[in-house]
C-alpha cells in the first residue's frame, strides 16, 4: 500500500522534546570494535542480504554514534538491491534509513547530542564505511536525529523519520477500513484506470512513488496547481508547460531533511497528533523477508526490524 502519498503539512518546531534521555547506563561507555550488520554484496533483490560482522565506526565532526534498538524498512531500500550499480563497481553496503535508539558517542562539534539520550535519525553512507540502519550500531549526523519522546516505543520510533514527511493518498480497497481508521477521509483505488477521475481536480500533487501511478495523479491536477516529487517521475518540463501547472522537487537523499522537520514530527507524535502504526516487526536476521514483504505492496503501517531490547520497550 506504498503508492502514491500525500504531504504531512508541518511547521517548524523551535524547541526540542526534552531530552527523552535513557541514562548513562544504556549507552556503552566504550561501543565494541564489530558489531552484527545486514550488509548487501551486488544486486538482485533480497537474496544479496546477508548477516555478517563488520567494524563500528567512530562519529567524525558533527557526527554521533547511534546504539539501535529498531530500524524501519521503506520502499527505498528495495530499490537500493536491485539498482544496477555503476559500470566497473561492485555494491557492498548497510542498506535502511531509519532507525531509533540511543547515542553512544559524540563527534566533536557535537554540544546538543550526548551519550545516553534517546533519538530518531535518518541516516546516509558514510565515504570509506559500510553505514546503514540494518545494523547494531550507526553512525548520523547530528542534525538528522531527534530526541524520541518519552510516550513513543523505540520501535515506533523508528518509523518516524522518512514517512514522517509524507502520508499514504492511495491504495487498494482491500485496505478501506484501515485508512478510515486512521482519519483517511476518501482513498483512490490505484488498480483502476480513471485515478483523475477518482480524485477529482486537486490542487496539489505530492509523489513519493513514481512510476506509472505518478502521471495518473499528475492529470489529476487544476490548471494553475502544483506536482512536487522527490521520486523519479515520468513528468517532464514539457509536460508541465503543457498543462499550465507548476512543477519542483528531487530525488534528494532522506537524510538531508531539516533538523527543524524532525522536531516538528517528534513533536507532533509526542503530542499523540501524530500515531505511528506497527504492522509486522522482523528481527535482524531476518531482514531480507522484511524487504520482500514491504516490497509486496500492501502492508499497513510500518515494517520494523528489531535489532537489540531496548530498555524502555
Known amino acids: 500500500m506504498n503508492h502514491g502519498k500525500v504531504a504531512l503539512a508541518a511547521a517548524c518546531a523551535a524547541t526540542c522534546i526534552g531530552s527523552a534521555a535513557i541514562g548513562a547506563h544504556a ?19 533480497p537474496q544479496v542480504l546477508k548477516l555478517e560482522r563488520i567494524p563500528v565506526l567512530e562519529p567524525g565532526r558533527g557526527q554521533v554514534l547511534i546504539k539501535v534498538y529498531a530500524a524501519a524498512i521503506n520502499p527505498a531500500d528495495w530499490g537500493g538491491l536491485v539498482r544496477p550499480a555503476p559500470a566497473g563497481t561492485t555494491v557492498r553496503r548497510v542498506p535502511g534509513l531509519d532507525v531509533s535508539g540511543v547515542i553512544a558517542a559524540v563527534g566533536p562539534g557535537v554540544a546538543d547530542r550526548s551519550a545516553g539520550m534517546a533519538v530518531f535519525a535518518i541516516v546516509g553512507p558514510i565515504e570509506g564505511g559500510l553505514n546503514g540502519a540494518y545494523a547494531h550500531y550507526v553512525i548520523a549526523n547530528a542534525a538528522s536525529t531527534a530526541p524520541r519522546p518519552a510516550n513513543v516505543s523505540f520501535a515506533q520510533a523508528a518509523g518516524l523519520g522518512v514517512v514522517g514527511v509524507t502520508a499514504l493518498g492511495t491504495a487498494s480497497p482491500r485496505h478501506d ?26 490542487d496539489v500533487v505530492i509523489d513519493t512513488v513514481g512510476r506509472r501511478e505518478a502521471l495518473d495523479a499528475f492529470h489529476a491536477l487544476k490548471r494553475g496547481g502544483h506536482f512536487v516529487s522527490i521520486a523519479r517521475a515520468p513528468v517532464t518540463p514539457q509536460l508541465c508547460a503543457a498543462a499550465q501547472v507548476q512543477c519542483s522537487g528531487s530525488p534528494g537523499h ?60
Do not use: C, F, M, W
Open 254 to 313: 532522506a537524510a538531508s531533511a531539516p533538523l527543524a522537520l524532525l522536531l516538528q514530527i517528534g513533536k507532533l507524535a509526542g503530542e499523540g497528533k501524530l500515531t505511528i502504526h506497527i504492522d509486522r516487526t522482523y528481527p535482524l536476521a531476518r531482514a531480507a523477508e522484511a524487504v520482500q514483504y514491504v516490497h509486496g505492496g500492501h502492508t499497513e503501517g510500518k515494517v520494523i526490524l528489531r535489532v537489540a531490547a531496548a530498555p524502555a520497550d
Open 27 to 45: 549507552a556503552q561507555a566504550t561501543a565494541p570494535s564489530r558489531q552484527q550488520a545486514v550488509v548487501q554484496n551486488g544486486t538482485g533483490g
Open 177 to 202: 477500513a484501515y485508512l478510515r481508521g486512521i482519519g483517511v477521509s476518501k482513498a483512490i483505488d490505484y488498480a483502476k484506470d480513471d485515478v483523475a477521475g477518482q480524485a477529482g481536480p486537486v
